[in-house]
């Protein structure tokens, strides 16, 4: 191996378990590529959306010539197919997943000096994507979406992927005014660098949820930011539900590549800026609004391990001078989510994106794709030897007891914002990071931040949730099918003061006494959200009092605009059904509030049973 470390068995187990799936794909099939002759060519990029975070650097850092190879058969592609791919299986380029992200390979490659690669060439591939419309070909390679991006900056919603598509071309534009500014074009670089911040054209800086303030939010082609959105495409049936940072459902008709984020939710997305991260944390708020935010988002369980667009997320805690945090965040994140069992990766490995995170926070490093720098923090191994393809070596080495990251020296030097160049790392030496069993709990003097800084004062540990949950005697259980998945999760309900205390899953909907007597639709907001804490305006999982009582008298009731027809009863339950569609519920007579027990037939994809 190019890299040699020392650890427990289950550590060599797990890190070169991590390479090895790191190495697999995209696959060199130069010589068997039955649409043309040049070399390199490679297949099954599956997909550069999940692997060009960490595992392309990855391979940058242990063989930048098979890099280079990846890069130059993106060019062959191009060369020969018109766009460079998103994805490609089957010398057949795929389904493109957000921005068009050959880009940011490109200018990682650039940034680290990868040699064998036109440069020049490459930029036109980038220009290519950024510039001119694919057309029906959307969905298969370059940018979907950007005549709308050009014209609004922004892709309003109803586009497929509308907010991950804006923020990643934000991103993919930042990289090439990196490479047209190292290629002396000017003018390209100062167009590009302006469009990267066309992130913030999403950006909704009055939105308030979850005790923070500031989202990536939808918003319509007029420039109207949407509270409620349409549920769906029916042509029939054309429901609203509200839009919050963490909506993620859709009916089942609709595919989960037409939702306006792709495999996150907007509390994520919020979050993933890397090429201005400074511009984020002030819009944020600045410094310690941004530490809290951070805190909270991990506290309250909105990181998604499994999920590429968190991935740069923990280390986050860097841009305010915290890398101790960053280190602290890393290792409570492996230890919970890695190991070496068969089970011992957070979801799908995804042409190793979760192996290649992980065998670069072992090492005690982790880069920020696109551009030329790693971020440092405490290791968790005690020992490695990176061999680089120059002929030198880098020692990297943890000195001292416990897991608090103090400071890190590259030959005996300090390194003040515990980040290291890749040029640096290049020349070889030895890398120490220093630990002990103390903790930070202030400003951290040791990582001064050239940018932003830490109040002494701030918070450092947060409450999760409603501590009513602990209260609260579980009721039963409640089998959702969402879009043909299927979740059993705890309920319980409580009245305190004129509130209704209602819990589902780690959720807990909020819902005023005037609502229960009086409403006239429900709370869509979805249980999945771990700590989610709902203001709710309409019931959940049950209707109101005078909705009930209007059935019992009239034998029908309206809501959410909607009448139900009574069709069966019992002395203990109502069956209704749907005008507009026949959806089916069956209400309880028997409990203080009159519960939903059965949702079914629902095309919106959302019925349950209650136990």
């Known amino acids: 191996s190019r890299i040699q470390i020392k650890g427990t068995e289950a ?9 090895y799936h790191t190495m697999i794909m995209p696959v060199d099939k130069s010589g068997e590529n039955p649409k043309w002759t040049e070399k390199p ?28 190879n990846i890069v130059n058969a993106l060019l062959n592609i191009y060369k020969r197919e018109g766009y460079m791919p998103d994805a490609r299986s089957g010398d057949c380029n795929g389904r493109t997943q957000g921005g068009s992200n050959a880009e940011v390979m490109i200018a990682d490659a650039y940034v680290k000096g990868v040699e064998g690669i036109d440069y020049n060439y490459a930029l036109q591939a980038m220009l290519k994507d950024a510039e001119v419309d694919p057309g029906a070909d959307h969905e298969k390679h370059g940018r979907g979406g950007l005549h709308e991006y050009l014209k609004y900056g922004y892709l309003p919603y109803g586009i497929d992927r509308a907010g991950t598509r804006t923020i990643e071309y934000a991103y993919n534009d930042y990289c090439i005014a990196l490479v047209a500014k190292g290629l002396g074009r000017m003018d390209v670089y100062d167009r590009y660098l302006k469009q990267s911040q066309n992130w913030k054209n999403l950006w909704r800086a009055d939105y308030e949820w979850d005790d923070v303030k500031g989202y990536i939010m939808p918003k319509d082609a007029n420039g109207q930011w949407l509270d409620s959105v349409p549920w769906g495409k029916s042509k029939v049936y054309h429901p609203l539900i509200p839009y919050t940072p963490i909506t993620k459902v859709a009916p089942w008709y609709l595919p989960w590549w037409s939702t306006f984020f792709y495999e996150a939710l907007s509390a994520e997305y919020s979050l993933s ?81 979760m192996s290649s995170w992980l065998a670069f926070h072992m090492m005690g490093l982790y880069p920020n794709a696109g551009q030329s720098y790693y971020l440092l923090h405490a290791p968790l191994i005690p020992e490695w030897t990176l061999e680089l393809s120059n002929g030198k070596t880098l020692h990297g080495v943890l ?213």
């Open 273 to 353: 800026i890397p090429h201005d991260v400074p511009g984020l944390i002030e819009a944020c708020g600045g410094a310690d609004t941004f530490r809290k935010r951070l805190d909270m988002f991990f506290d309250r369980k909105r990181y998604n391990v499994g999920n590429e667009p968190s991935f740069l997320t923990p280390c986050l805690y860097h841009w305010i001078g915290r890398p101790d945090l960053t280190s602290d965040r890393v290792r409570q994140i492996i230890n919970a989510n890695y190991n070496d069992k068969p089970d011992g990766l957070p979801g799908n490995d995804e042409s190793g994106a």
């Open 399 to 611: 000195q001292g007891k416990g897991t608090h990251f103090e400071k890190v020296t590259l030959n005996g030097q300090l390194l003040n914002d515990a980040r290291l160049e890749h040029a640096d790392l290049m020349q070889g030496g030895e890398l120490v990071f220093y630990v002990s069993k103390k903790r930070v709990e202030g400003e951290n003097k040791v990582f001064p931040s050239k940018k932003q800084s830490v109040s002494k004062a701030e918070t450092t540990s947060f409450q999760v949730g409603n501590n009513l949950k602990a209260t609260l005697a579980p009721c039963g259980n409640i089998s959702f099918t969402l879009n043909q998945q299927h979740r059993t999760w705890p309920w319980a309900y409580a009245w305190q003061a004129d509130t209704l205390i209602f819990t589902c899953k780690e959720a807990t909907y909020k819902i005023p006494r005037a609502v229960v007597e009086n409403g006239n639709g429900f709370c869509w907001e979805m249980p999945s959200a771990d700590g989610a804490i709902y203001e709710a305006k309409g019931t959940f999982a049950f209707i109101s009092q005078k909705a009930l009582k209007t059935l019992q008298e009239k034998g029908y009731f309206i809501y959410d605009g909607i009448t139900w027809r009574k069709t069966a009863s019992t002395n203990d339950t109502i069956k209704v059904r749907a005008d507009i569609d026949l959806t089916e519920m069956c209400i309880s007579l028997k409990h203080n509030l009159p519960l939903v027990l059965e949702m079914r037939n629902n095309p919106l994809g959302i019925n349950w049973r209650m136990e």
């Open 41 to 68: 060519y490679y297949d099954d990029y599956y997909a550069i959306w999940d692997t060009y975070r960490s595992s392309s650097p990855l391979i940058t850092l242990i063989d930048p010539k098979r890099e280079a």
């Open 11 to 19: 550590d060599k187990r797990m890190f070169y378990t991590a390479l």
